[in-house]
Every structure is written in C-alpha cells, then in structure tokens.
Nanobody, 124 residues
C-alpha cells in the first residue's frame, strides 16, 4: 500500500498558475506509475495526467494538453502537476494516485492508492 499526501491547491484567478505536489511513502516510488485525477461537484472523477515510473512517458487529457505538465522526482518520492492558464472549468478536487504497474494508464481502476485530494478553485 502507498500513502499519498497532496498539497498546493488553492484559489487562483483565471489565467493563473498552481503547482500541485504529491508525496508518496510505503512502496518503492520508482517502481510504479503515477497519475492525477480530478472531480468537480456533481461530476464523475476524470483522468488528468499520468507518468510512467521513469518519467520518460506522460499522457494528458485533451482538456489540459498544452497547459498542464506532470513530472516526478524519484529521489524525493514526489510527483508534481504544474497547471498554467487555468480556466474556471479546471475547478475541482484534484487527487494523485499510485499505479498498480510501472506503465501509466488513464483508467482509475489501474491505480491502487489515492490521496485525500486538494481543492483547486479558479475564479473568474
């Protein structure tokens, strides 16, 4: 089991930036993929971004491509989500998740551990 703790959420104006962090413990961090998902009120949880165990390959939802960047620092057991050009529709609780395998996917079922979530609110 992996323990995940997110940080970095908050209130930001349209067009602004935030950087989310997720610190992991409990398993060898470099052995599994990591992902970010989000859930807005009244909506299902949706995929945002994922990264392989090595960090060499990433995947993004179409809605965030070109604005968000996922990265990881295996020495610090941390994954990041840099969010730029934020829009009101990015408002949601953001969750980081640890994959069950080294290869990243977009499906929640392929992630076995989840953080508690951090709120991101983009005001217009």
């Amino acid at each position: 089991q992996v323990q995940l703790v997110e940080s970095g959420g908050g209130l930001v104006q349209v067009g602004g930036s935030l950087r989310l962090s997720c610190a992991a413990s409990g398993r060898t961090f470099s052995s599994f993929a990591m992902g970010w998902f989000r859930q807005a009120p009244g909506k299902e949880r949706e995929f945002v971004a994922s990264i392989t165990w090595s960090g060499r390959s990433t995947d993004y939802a179409d809605s965030v491509k070109g604005r968000f960047t996922i990265s990881r620092d295996n020495a610090k057991n941390t994954v990041y989500l840099q969010m730029n050009s934020l829009k009101p529709e990015d408002t949601a609780v953001y969750y980081c998740a640890a994959g069950l395998r080294p290869v990243a996917t977009t499906r929640p079922v392929d992630f076995g551990s989840w953080g508690q979530g951090t709120q991101v609110t983009v005001s217009s």
